[in-house]
């Protein structure tokens, strides 16, 4: 992306290690507040531990984290202060309870390379593991900045039933996709970004620009998961090949694609509105949906997005180091491959 000074994704790699290594006390305290069911269950959808409970470590990027954080960076030096360290496990809370429900509402068996939660402990235990994380993010976050764990619930609430109700629309366009992933995936990024800049004692309206930073970012990094959905090695995403093609799910790609008045859009309208769950077609799927330009399409939607997102970080006035590590981040999300 020219104009911009961006740190090799390397730096970026570093960050998100750190943002897991800083928060994993008290990410551990926190499910340790679990009576042995939820605990058990919880620790195993968060990668630190197998279904008997033995230590197994595997588990997420911890972007979130990363982005409260580096935020908090982007308005005070020294030591990270116990108050965003609290925020951004809270944030990693919401983001696992998210995916715990995910799983359930869209029957995936696979998360972060092993059976989902539910498929191991069955769906009663999921959802209860998933709501019990809420009220462990609430206890944990400073009570001054519950307000924004409010909003962000409401979001993702809102953005998942939207999700859900595309997929059996007549028809969906591409703008209301984008704002359903704004709310579904941007908002508790724009949160995590949020958090960090509160917490830092960053003013309010310099904490909403580091908001809209996170939700820009995070509706790339929608359109980067739902490429990565369709064309990323199963081996590196953790997730099936093709799964979305194989559900039919109207993923941002898709809708693009199916968007393209052309015959090859067309075509694969015909195939993918009615030819329902026809497993010999996917790959075929996959070539009409880059063929109708969905995948470029969603590529360059995504760098727009990330440029956005620096505008808004601009308009923050950060630390000029943090402005570096936090554009490194958004670099990773649109050249990462899991
Ligand atoms: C209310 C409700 C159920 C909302 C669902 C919202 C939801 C699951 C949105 C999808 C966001 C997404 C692509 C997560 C993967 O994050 P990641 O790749 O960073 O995950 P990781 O932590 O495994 O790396």
Redo the contacts with the bound molecule.
């Keep these: 992306m020219a104009g911009h000074v961006v740190r090799p994704a390397t730096d970026a790699v570093r960050l998100l290690v750190d943002a897991r290594t800083l928060i994993e006390p008290v990410h551990r305290a926190t499910i340790d507040e679990l009576g042995p069911a939820l605990r058990r269950v919880a620790g195993y959808h968060i990668?630190w531990w197998d279904v008997d409970g033995r230590p197994s470590p595997s588990?997420?990027?911890?972007?979130?984290p990363a982005l409260t954080l580096a935020c908090a960076r982007a308005f005070a030096d020294g030591p990270v202060p116990p108050d965003v360290i609290a925020a951004a496990t809270a944030v990693?809370l919401i983001?696992?309870?998210?995916?715990?429900?995910?799983?359930?509402?869209d029957g995936d068996e696979t998360?972060?390379h092993r059976p989902s939660a539910w498929v191991a402990f069955g769906t009663t235990a999921a959802i209860l593991a998933?709501d019990v994380l809420v009220g462990l993010a609430l206890r944990r976050v400073p009570p001054s900045l519950t307000g924004v764990l409010a909003d962000v619930?409401v979001d993702?609430?809102e953005?998942?039933?939207a999700?859900v109700a595309a997929e059996t629309a007549t028809s969906v366009d591409v703008e209301q996709c984008l704002a359903t992933a704004a709310r579904?995936?941007g908002a508790?990024m724009g949160a995590a970004c949020r958090l960090g800049a509160l917490a830092a004692g960053a003013d309010p309206a310099a904490a909403d620009h580091c908001r809209w930073f996170g939700v820009h970012l995070?509706v790339a990094?929608?359109l980067v998961?739902?490429v990565l959905g369709i064309w990323g090695d199963p081996a590196r995403t953790?997730k099936p090949a093709h799964s979305d093609i194989r559900a039919r799910r109207r993923t941002l790609p898709v809708v693009a694609a199916l968007a393209a008045d052309s015959p090859v859009g067309r075509r694969l309208g015909r195939i993918y509105l009615e030819d329902r769950g026809e497993d010999e077609n996917v790959p075929r799927i996959a070539e009409l949906v880059a063929e109708a330009g969905g995948r470029a399409w969603a590529e360059a939607e995504a760098d727009r997005r990330v440029r956005l997102a620096f505008g808004c970080l601009d308009r923050a006035d950060p630390r000029p180091d943090a402005v570096l590590d936090l554009r490194g981040l958004a670099r990773l999300v649109t050249s990462?491959d899991?």
């Design positions: 990668g588990g997420g990027k911890a972007l979130r990693e983001h696992d309870f998210s995916l715990l429900h995910d799983d359930v509402m998360r972060r998933g619930l993702l609430c953005g998942q039933s999700d579904k995936t508790l995070g990094f929608q998961d739902d953790g990462r899991r």
